[in-house]
């Protein structure tokens, strides 16, 4: 068993899940996972003995629980990867923490509308006015930082970061509801997609039997 545990939600839905545990992947770090169904009669117990916030996703470390993704992104690169989850550079890294925020903090109706479903593909999904502002100002955010750190590396800000991981659900959704995106961003988004992390996500949630209808959402 490793010192470090991360508790996570369906990997099919757990879109907050997934930030951690790509940051873990993505630098080899070992880790045990204890996957907690949710929104079932055993859930509330089960997130009740592993997270203070009764939420997922929570990082056990020895006697140290850290929750809520942002913390735990953050606790990650500070005690295990010497600060290699933000980028070295001082700008660069404030905008790696901004845009890591502005996601944490933001983007109700995205999150709302569309949420993550790794088993769903939607062609013709029509979003609200107000999805559309979030992913208009998404796209701003990616095309900005791509061309700006570009001869940096393929990631947002060059090279692979926090940033990456709290975007990367967004990534998926993209995909599932058919979002058009402009080159420079489906090159990101392609990027995202072939990472092999986040092919071992898509593929353990699809293999998921478990269905929670609020976030099986119909075409419309
Ligand atoms: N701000 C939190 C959000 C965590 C969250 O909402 N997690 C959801 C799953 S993606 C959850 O645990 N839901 C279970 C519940 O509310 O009962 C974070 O960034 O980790």
């Not at 056990?60 to 600060?83: F, K, M, P, R």
């Not at 903090?105 to 569309?114: I, K, V």
């Not at 701003?140 to 947002?156: F, K, P, Y």
């Not at 072939?194 to 269905?211: D, F, R, T």
């Amino acid at each position: 068993m490793s010192a470090l545990t991360l508790v996570i939600g369906n990997k099919n839905y757990s879109s907050w899940s997934l930030r951690p545990w790509l940051l873990l992947k993505h630098f080899n770090i070992e880790f045990d996972e204890i996957k907690i169904p949710l929104y079932q009669s055993a859930s509330a117990l089960a997130l009740e003995q592993h997270s203070p916030s009764r939420k997922v996703p929570a990082l056990i470390h020895g006697d140290l629980t850290v929750w809520d993704s942002l913390a735990i992104c953050e606790y990650i690169s500070e005690n295990l990867l010497q600060n290699a989850g933000w980028p070295e550079e001082t700008k660069a890294r404030a905008l790696a923490r901004s845009i890591s925020a502005e996601m944490h903090s933001g983007f109700f109706a995205l999150r709302n509308e569309l949420p993550m479903n790794c088993r769903c593909h939607i062609p013709g999904f029509t979003p609200s006015n107000a999805a559309i502002a979030d992913i208009t100002r998404i796209k701003s955010i990616w095309q900005s930082c791509l061309e700006n750190h570009a001869d940096r590396g393929d990631w947002l800000l060059g090279t692979f970061s926090i940033a990456d991981c709290m975007f990367a659900p967004v990534v998926l959704r993209f995909k599932i509801y058919s979002i058009t995106l402009e080159p420079i961003l489906q090159r990101y988004a392609d990027n995202v997609l072939a990472h092999s992390a986040i092919k071992e996500w898509v593929a353990a949630g699809q293999a998921e039997s478990e269905m929670i209808a609020k976030f099986e959402v119909a075409e419309y």
